[in-house]
Every structure is written in C-alpha cells, then in structure tokens.
C-alpha cells in the first residue's frame, strides 16, 4: 500500500496550484467545494495509511531511489502509527477548518484556499517524512503559508504585528535547525534518519553531536511555543482569523513536539542512551511552560489569546511526555495532541462565531452577552471540560499515561505540577463561559490585560457548516479516552517508535515487518492515581473559576496583603510578554546559550 | 536606559556564551577540505551513468532529491501567493491600484539610446536565461538559476523603457497560470509515474543521452516546469513591490 | 586555516543575530535574516569542500575525478529559495506596516501585549 503515501501531500499541493490558477474564471463555491474535496480526500488516504501501519511500518521511496548497501541515496516517507495519525489530524482539522469557513470567510478571496491546502499538504508531508532535509523543507512550507495566513486580515495593524512577529522568530528558528542539519551532515554524510541514526550509534555522542542536538530541537521547540521561545504563539492566534487558529493551535505546534520526539528516537538516541540530562532538562522546560502558559491564561480577556496560552499550557504538558524518554509518556502525548486539537479545534471555532454574532471577542466587553447563544455556551463548556482532564474525558488518557511514564522514570514531582497548570488554564476558560453565557461576575476586572478588538466578519453568515464542524471537533475530540482500543494502540504505536533499530533496518536493508500483535478493542480502568488527579483538577478548576469570577468577595486584608506579595512577579510575567519582536529574538539567544552551555556541560 | 539599550546590553555577552558554544560545536567538524562523506561520493559517481546528467548537482536538485525541490518550489509559490494577498489587501486604494486602466505616472524614459540598450540586453539575458535552464543539465545552471534570471531581464524592461510598457508586457492574467502550470506541472509528473505503478516522481522516459538538451528523461520536464514557475513568480513579486511603489507616486503627481 | 572558513560562518550568524535584535527598522531586521541566513550557506559550502576538488560537473572531465560535494550545494541553492520568499514576506508586510502607522520601527509595533 505504500503507492498511498504521497497522497495526502500531493493532492492538496496540486488542487492548490489548480485553484490559483483558475481562481479568476471559476466560481467561488466550485473553488471552495474542490478545496474541501481535497482536504477530505488527503484525510480519508491519511487514515487509510494509519489502518495500513498496523502491520508494519510503510515505506515509499521517491523517484524509485532504493538504499544501496545501507545507504539512503534518495528521499523516503516511513509512515508508522504515530506518524500516519498526526498527518490524518492535520488534514482532518483543515477539513474541519475549510467547513467551517465555508461560511465563515465568505467575503475573504480563494486565496485562503489556497494557502489552507497548502499548509494542509506541508503538514501531512512533514509527519510523513523518513528524511531531515526533507522534513526541514516541509517545515519552512508549512511556516510561510502560515504567515501568510496569520496576516490574512490585513485591513488592521494588529495581523502585522501578530504576523511580523510569528515570522521572524520562527525562522530565526528555522535557521538554527539548518546549521544543526549541516554539522549532522558533516559527521555522518547523511541526510536520511535512519541513516543518521545508524551511523552516530555506536559512537559516544561528542561536542559536534552535542550542539547539533541543541540546535536542532530548539528550533523546532520555537514552533512548538515552549518558554522561552513561546513569545510569538499569541501574537498569532489573537490575530489569525479563527478558522486559522484551528490549525495553528491544533496541529502546527504540535509538528514542533513530534519533530523532537522523532528526531531524538531515531537519530540520537544511541548516542545519548536515554540520558537523565536530556531528560531532564526536556522535562523542567516543559514544566516551566505549562505553569508560564497557565498564569498568563488567566491573566486574559481576549477570548482567542487566552486559548493560545491555553495551548501554551498544553505543549508544556506534551514536552514532558515526549521528554520523559519512555513509550508510556510517548503514547500519552499522542493521546494528548490528538484529544487536545480536536477540543482547542473546536473551542477556537466557537470563538469565530462569538466574533461573528456577538460582535466582540474581549471576555468582558462580551459579559452576559453569550445567553443569546446557548448552544454554542454547552459547546463552550463541554470543551473546557475536556481540557481539564476529568476521567475519562477528553485530554484524560493522554495525562494518565504521561503521568504513569512520569512514575516510571522517578520523576513524580511533575505530576501535581502538570495538574495545577492544566486546572489554571482551564478554570480561566470555565470562567469565561459563566461570565460570557451565564451572566456572572462582575463587569469588569483590572486584573485582566486589555487588548485591541477585532473586525468581525459580515453578519450575514449561515450557521448549519459552522455548527456542524464545532460539534463534530468537540465531540470527537472528547470520546477519544473512552474510545475501544486506542490505549492500546498508542502504546504499542510509542514501543514501536522509540525502536531505533527496528527502524534502520526497515528502512536502510528492507527487513521484513515482525508479526504485530493483534491488540484487543477495549477500555482500560483508570488507576486510582488517575482518578485522584482528575477529580483534583476539575476542583481546582472549579475553584479557580470561582475565584476569577467573584475575587472581589473575599475579605479586605487577604486580598490586599496577597496582592501586595503575588503582583510584582506578576507583572514581570506580564510585561516580558511585550509583543516586540526585538524581544523575543534575545529570549531566543538567551535559551539557545544557556540550553546549549547547560547540555556542553553536562553532555560532554 | 531605552529598551532597545538593555538588548544591546543584554545581547552581547548572551551572544559571547552562545559564540562559545556555537564555536566549541563547530570544531568537532572535519577539517576544511577533508570532508569524505559517501552521500556526494556516490551521487558524483552515479549521476552520469545512472540519469546521463553531467551536472551532478542538477541531477541532485531534480532527481534524486527532486522531492526536497517540490516542497521548495512550492515554497516559492506559497509565499508569492501570501505577497500578493497582504499588498493588495493591505492597500486602501485597493480597486484602484488592481485595474489596469488607471492612469499609471508618465515615466517613460525618454532617451533612445537607453531604450535601444534595455531591449538590446534585456534580449541578451533572456538568452543566457534559456541557455541557463536548457543546458542546466549539463554544465552549470538550472530551473531556479534560469528562471531568476529570466524574471530579471525582463525587470530591465520597467528600467530602461517605463512603467506601463512593463505592465502591458506582464499581464497577472498571463502569469498567474504560468506559475499554477509550473507548479502542478512538479506533482503532475509525480503522479504520472504513480498511476504507472512506480513510486512517486521515478523517471518515466528513457535517461536519454548525455551531453545533450533532453539528458536525464523526465528531469529536464520537471527543470522546464520550475524555470516557468520561478520566472512567473519572480515576476509577480516584481510587479506587486513595483506597484507599492509607484502608484502613491503618481498620486502625487511625481 | 583549517578552522577560518566554519570560524566566519558563526561570526556572521552572531552577527545576524545582534543586528536583529537591536534593529530599529523592519527592512533592516529582515536583511539581518539574509545574514543569518547567509551564514549558513557559508557553513555547509565550506563543510563540503574537497582539497583539490573540482566543481560537480562532468561534461569534458573523467568521471571519478575528485569533486566537491554536490549534496550540500542542492542543500544551499534550496536554502536560497526559501530564503528570498521569507524575506519577500516579511518585506511586505514592512511595507503593509508603514502604511498603517506610519513607522516601520519594530518596537512600535506592539499592540498586542500582556
């Protein structure tokens, strides 16, 4: 089956370049029907390719270049199960997207199209791809559709900012992965991951390898919005028209986290032999982000910047699981992207209908507003509730199984951690759907960071594609921790990836696939543990929700003397978020010095 | 201090640890000029026998990392698509600015002999242009060199001889195709070889002989597409930043 | 010698790196990326030299002379690519910038904070 495999990225790439071809002559529904014929289509094949992965990685070599000896002379896609299911999450949420803007983006030109199909097809092919150069070219399509379209409402100033400020960093990024690609390059003359894979193995890992680990992941950790790089996300998504968040929040960060976790398995890992310093350090990030994420989530009243430092929260939470070096962990933070872009997918496109009926997208100027809108209230709320990690909902497996791998390599102390910061972030959204579709709550709140309103799109908008595709986003995404079969299939999707040598040999020498097991359909009981963070985040949400809502209740002294301590940091946090490109780009070198200095110390 | 100072103060030492790293990284390589890594090795001594393309690099480029050179000429397109998005959106006087008809400055250069050297060397580099891309696969060159360079001659036309013989020579009608063919020309030759059962972009045609303009079989279609899709898109990028520029002018009258 | 070549290469890219972040204008800050950017071609170019190697290209030469590598060099002219039409974009939206506000300083670009 492997003839699949460039489907999901030539399909979209070829309808793109019809469409703006046509784009003058053909009729705008004709245009936006083909599109999301397109975006389905690579989506059924995606699929199709995660079933076929079941028995055995599948192998497609471009332009019929097979290894010789052992070495990779042309380009290669290797689909495995984690893999083929992320290319099928990115198209299917471009599916969703495209439907939803059907209607959406009515006025907006083909363009979008565009632009959509083609991060579409970048993001398959990134997922998809078994070569690092090939994976770097992918990365940099899928960033310049992107800044295109997170500048798409070009009308206000504020889409440049977002968009100016999106694009720098993340090709200061891309640049750094570059000469990490060069010096790998250099050591082993190969550009093929297996290939790289097998011949750094072997060897102990030396300052050369050291750096180009550094470099390497910490350009992809800047499209994965993890502190101190995570500046831009924001920006971005405050600006970007919803549909485009969808994809944003949903998949593109999320390519930044598998890129880590499948360049370390099959290229480093022999080298660093599930080292605790790379552990470590993978692990603390992560932490430092989702708390980082969490704090600045409640701190905000722009509807669609809260749902970025929301996703903040949640790639923090995905980088410990990738960063615990251990399938477990690898198997919950699959779980986790797949629960998580499906919800945040949904939650952004209630959002976009907020911005269309009611007129605003600030919490507060929106205060009450919301009860006109009922249905889109349940939407609102049935999807913070799947973030928060309540059993058996949503995110839930994806945490359970990060939290087992957590145990397992003795790091406990990043449970709790992970709980609060996840509970943060999501009571501030519990406490924008009472104070939005419910009415309380004061009106206003000093506490919260105004920020400049948005243009809404034409009023005239039919609801049914909207509705349709929330429902279906935020439905799909909440059953997958009880869905049959897939805790299984996730951890035996994460045995085999973390299976360098299964990989090489597959790939470079054409072994066989083993016999896979035929793995059951069913649900596992949550342990007790599980249980107990799940209730106490959905507490603790609960309450920080409350305490968001009715803070000015509390008594005199505590609020003044608790203001007087908690504010400063506060405001620290606050202001570094300054929104001035200059600014990031010096976070960018102060993490990439210290992160290189920490790991040529202590790697060496 | 102003913001911009505390960077600059920041900036430096942070820059010196990073040099340090950067450097202490960067000395593990192989040393300059001893470099012996088989990738090249085999290409260089592959690319002639097995596609009967001289030009090794050309060979590397559109054949056996021809994927790499999909998703970079797509790349290309992508980014003059979001160009052309945020300028004409960007602009207020937007209508205006897109229909052909408005009165663009009179700028026409008025001297003949400048006329007469503009067509004469935009003549001339067309040439080198196509010669550039038809014999890229032979001696040095190629689709992307060629098609720059196409799009460039072609700028010396706005140069030496004016603004609205420039516009009525490069029409959006006629360029906006010319890049799409380019472009789904790439995945439309891919595919061709995957309905024919082999895997994506494998080479359909014979290799053909060496030395001469069809070497290489399939490559040199899939050299012909980017040149067109290079050369179009340099030309709307032109055209869309030329536009930027001297619309306001002639609304001042300039 | 021996270390000069990989030497200028990261001295351009801190040098990228400082302009960019100390840069008062937009059009500026996106030249600095070409620097960046231009270090890194310098980095894989120098990485695939060959002492007394020729230029990959074996119309009139024998086949099996020493040549450089022509990996790195497709590498390069892909990296070239990519580099202008990331450049073209964020010039445009300069250009879109100035003609909102009236100022291409990136440090008043900040609407969006906190």
């Known amino acids: 089956m492997s003839w699949l495999l460039p489907l999901p990225v030539a399909i979209p790439l070829l309808t793109a370049a019809g469409i703006a071809s046509v784009k003058e002559i053909a009729p705008r529904r004709v245009l936006d029907a083909t599109a999301l014929a397109a975006a389905a289509t690579a989506t059924a094949f995606s699929l199709v390719i995660m079933v076929d992965t079941q028995n055995g990685d599948v192998l497609h070599w471009f332009g019929a270049w097979r290894p010789t000896g052992g070495v990779a002379i042309g380009i290669d896609f290797a689909a495995d199960p984690l893999g083929a299911g992320l290319a099928a999450l990115a198209c299917g949420l471009v599916t969703l997207a495209l439907l939803y803007s059907w209607s959406y983006m009515q006025e907006a030109t083909r363009l979008f199209d565009v632009l959509m199909l083609v991060f579409c097809g970048a993001m398959a092919g990134f997922a998809l791809t078994g070569d690092l150069f090939n994976m770097f070219v992918w990365f940099e399509l899928m960033g310049v559709a992107a800044y295109a379209l997170a500048g798409f409402q070009v009308e206000e100033l504020g889409p440049l900012q977002g968009a100016v400020n999106f694009a720098i960093t993340n090709t200061a990024g891309a640049y750094l992965i570059l000469i990490g690609i060069g010096l790998l390059y250099a050591r082993t003359g190969a550009l093929n991951l297996a290939q790289l894979g097998r011949m750094l193995a072997g060897h102990p890992a030396d300052r050369l390898v050291i750096v180009a680990l550094t470099l390497v992941f910490i350009g992809f950790l800047v499209k994965a919005a993890i ?378 | 201090m102003t913001r911009r100072g505390i960077r600059a103060a920041v900036a430096v030492p942070t820059l010196g640890v990073l040099g340090v790293v950067l450097f202490w990284g960067l000395s593990g390589l192989p040393p300059f000029g001893n470099y012996h890594g088989i990738y090249g090795f085999l290409i260089n001594h592959r690319a002639l026998p097995q596609r009967h393309t001289t030009n090794a690099v050309t060979a590397t480029v559109f054949d056996y990392r021809g994927f790499d050179t999909m998703g970079e000429e797509f790349i290309l397109f992508a980014a003059v698509t979001g160009v052309v998005l945020l300028l004409r959106k960007g602009s207020e006087e937007s209508d205006e600015a897109e229909s052909e008809d408005q009165e663009p400055p009179e700028d026409d250069v008025r001297s003949d002999a400048l006329r007469l050297f503009g067509m004469l060397a935009l003549a001339a580099g067309a040439l080198v242009a196509l010669w550039l891309i038809a014999y890229g696969l032979v001696t040095p060159g190629g689709g992307f060199q060629g098609g720059v360079a196409l799009a460039s001659a072609f700028g010396l036309l706005y140069l030496t001889v004016g603004y609205r013989p420039w516009t009525r020579r490069t029409k959006e009608a006629a360029l906006d195709p010319l890049e799409g063919v380019g472009a789904s020309g790439y995945v439309v030759i891919g595919l061709a070889a995957l309905i024919s059962g082999l895997p994506f972009l494998t080479n359909l045609l014979g290799p053909g002989k060496p030395g001469t303009l069809w070497s290489g079989g399939s490559l040199s279609f899939i050299n012909w597409a980017v040149a067109m899709e290079v050369a179009a898109a340099n030309l709307i990028l032109y055209k869309e930043f030329l536009e930027e520029y001297i619309v306001p002018l002639a609304r001042r009258g300039g | 010698m021996n270390f000069l070549a990989f030497g200028v290469a990261g001295w351009i890219c801190l040098v990228g790196f400082y302009g960019a972040i100390v840069s008062k204008n937009l059009i500026h800050l996106a030249l600095c990326l070409t620097v960046i950017q231009s270090s890194t071609y310098v980095l894989l170019l120098s990485i695939g030299y060959r002492k007394h190697g020729t230029a990959p290209i074996f119309k009139g030469v024998k086949l099996g002379t020493t040549a450089v590598d022509p990996v790195v060099q497709s590498l390069t002219l892909t990296d070239i690519v990519i580099s202008v039409t990331v450049i073209a974009l964020i010039l445009a939206l300069a250009l879109d910038a100035h003609k909102k506000s009236g100022t291409i300083d990136p440090d008043q670009l900040a609407d969006f904070h906190g």
């Open chain 1, 227 to 604: 502190v101190p790089f995570h500046w831009w996300l924001a920006d971005a998504h405050a600006v970007a028209p919803a549909p485009v968040c969808v994809l944003f929040s949903g998949a593109m960060v999320e390519m930044g986290i598998y890129a880590v976790a499948r360049i370390y398995w099959t290229v480093f890992s022999a080298s660093f032999d599930h080292s605790a310093d790379v552990r470590n350090l993978l692990v603390w990030l992560g932490v430092v982000t989702a708390l980082v994420g969490a704090l600045m989530c409640f701190l905000q009243r722009h509807l669609k910047r809260m749902l970025a430092f929301s996703t903040i929260t949640h790639a923090g939470v995905m980088l410990v699981g990738v960063g615990l070096l251990d399938p477990k962990a690898l198997a919950g933070a699959a779980n986790l992207v797949l629960s998580h872009g499906l919800v945040k997918g949904g939650l952004f496109m209630v959002c976009g209908l907020v911005l269309l009926r009611l007129r605003a997208i600030d919490e507060l100027r929106l205060h009450g507003a919301g009860r006109a809108i009922p249905w889109w209230g349940v939407l609102w709320a049935a999807g913070t509730v799947g973030l928060i990690g309540v059993p058996y909902v949503g995110v839930f497996l994806g945490h359970a199984l990060i939290d087992d791998g957590a145990t397992v390599r003795g790091i406990s102390s990043v449970q709790p951690l992970l709980m609060i910061a996840e509970a943060v972030s999501a009571g501030a959204l519990l406490r924008v759907g009472a104070r939005v579709f419910l009415g309380w709550g004061p009106r206003d709140d000093p506490l919260l960071t105004p920020e400049p309103p948005e243009e809404p799109p034409e009023r005239d908008a039919a609801v049914t594609p909207m509705a349709v595709a929330t429902t279906l986003a935020i439905a799909v995404g909440l059953a997958l921790s009880v869905t049959p079969g897939l805790e299984h299939r996730a951890e035996h999707g994460a045995d085999r990836f973390v299976d360098r040598s299964a990989y090489v040999a597959h790939v470079l020498h054409a072994a066989p696939a083993t016999h896979e097991p035929r793995l059951p359909f069913t649900v596992e009981p949550a342990s007790e543990e599980s249980w107990a963070y799940g209730l106490a985040a959905l507490a603790l949400a609960v309450a920080t929700a409350a305490f968001g809502l009715w803070r000015h209740r509390l008594p005199e002294l505590l609020r003044s003397e608790s203001a007087r301590v908690l504010r400063p940091p506060l405001e620290i946090v606050r202001a570094a978020h300054s929104g001035i490109v200059g600014d990031y780009l010096l976070w960018l070198t102060v993490g990439t010095a210290v992160i290189g200095g920490v790991w040529a110390i202590t790697l060496r």
